[in-house]
């Protein structure tokens, strides 16, 4: 047995260690090129005269208005998601009807179109030249240029996300619990607070969360219905777009250092909840 | 509870599930819906407990017309094939589900809730599990959990889809055992789908053989061996 050959001390599926030093010093090099060499140089850029400035900027009368409004829109559009994203999977996932594949490709439009063009569509449907739209502004409510467009425009773009978390999540866990709980005599709100909501509650938080960013930081489609007024209509992307081209680059770089905290926070939040609940999350995933 | 099936028929989009099908149920027997896979046997089974409606037909509970009962209000205890129990809950919560699901007047007190889920865990034989997951329990002690979770809302009848499908030989026939017993000393009308012949005719008092959305025979085990009443109940039986 002398020519045995020595048995390889390798799992089938791991690769030798100059592949596996490769591999990990590509993704570090990528992921330091396109994420972390960015993010550090918002900061650098936002603090390169100092705290005192960055600040200075940050209580700009503009600026605070801008913060303010951003917070505003995540706040009325992501619940509002959340909940027409409930609805939508809610309703694609324990029912079955015709025209279901029609309704997922339709949730998934504003993922294919631009959010410029469904800017556009939006004044199209609500500016003032419009039907409605001249209604609505002669009635004192106009919606292009004023905070109810830049809500409709942060709500397409961002409708998908809820959406799509929870369909692949509700299809799996299949329909039998929500009809174990009527046959045990809940009714139907009652099933849906206690059974399919702590099944999804997960996928959903991902899915706000999501939804969340995108909506803090959505720049397309807000650009074109927000008419980009200074102090009253302009979000934050918004104005550090206009602050950049105004060479005014601490001020640019605070606010857009403001905003990725914010994404920070959320990521945070996230990653805390996780750990939190780590046991909660095996036992679903197990059984 | 005496059950009554009359005439009834279901359609899904242009495909017969069950063609029209009669059937009565006397007050506490142990009836097995037996066939093979497409015979109409589990339709039939959520007909009777309010998850499908029939396309025509009606459903007699004690004489009564039930047809038109929600799902709520059939009071069936179901088991699910897969169980379905509430994966995020725990089996004393899973148990206790029915209970804390009624309207407040009619629902027991906290203490007393307690008092009938561990009362179930006993009749299951499992009185210690109450804390446990279900991602925790093997799959006879689920198929156990999903049954006292269906005897805890006091049902009127007691209805099971392919019980002891996903379990393995020696657990299949500790449970029969099981459920027998459980009907014995319960005396509710039980209704069991089942595939396995050899199930059917051990366990049940009344067997009725479907095919192809049909009942082909109605009998007592003994009687639908003696003379099966058709080719294809013969060579189902012997398989």
Known sequence: MSDARPIPFRPATEETPATRLALIGLAIGGLGLLVFGPLLIVFAE???QGWRAAFAALSNPDAASAIRLTLLIAVIAVPLNAAFGIAAAWFITKFDFRGKAFLITLIDLPFSVSPVVAGL???????SNSLLGGWLVASGYPIVFALPGIVLATMFVTFPFVARELIPVMIEQGRAEEEAALTLGASGWRVFATVTLPNIRWALLYGVLLSNARAMGEFGAVAVVSGKIRGQTATMPITIEMLYNEYLSVAAFSLAAVLTLL???TLFLKTALELRHADQLAAARRH | MHIEIDEISKQFGVTAALHPVSLAIPSGALVALLGPSGSGKTTLLRILGGLEFP??????????????LTVQERRAGFVFQSYALFRHMTVFDNIAYGLTARPRASRPPRAEIARRVTNLLELIQLPTIGPRFPSQLSGGQRQRVALARALAIEPRMLLLDEPFGA??????????QGLREIHDETGLTTIFVTHDQEEAMELADLVVVMSMGRIEQIGKPADIRARPASAFVRDFISA
């Open chain 2, 167 to 176: 379990l393995d030989a020696k657990v299949r026939k500790e449970l029969r």
């Open chain 1, 121 to 127: 569509c939006i004044i199209l449907m609500f500016g």
């Open chain 2, 55 to 68: 396309t025509s037909g009606r459903v007699l509970f004690d004489g009564k017309d039930a047809t038109a």
């Open chain 1, 263 to 265: 994404a920070l926070l």
């Open chain 1, 46 to 48: 936002a603090l390169a």
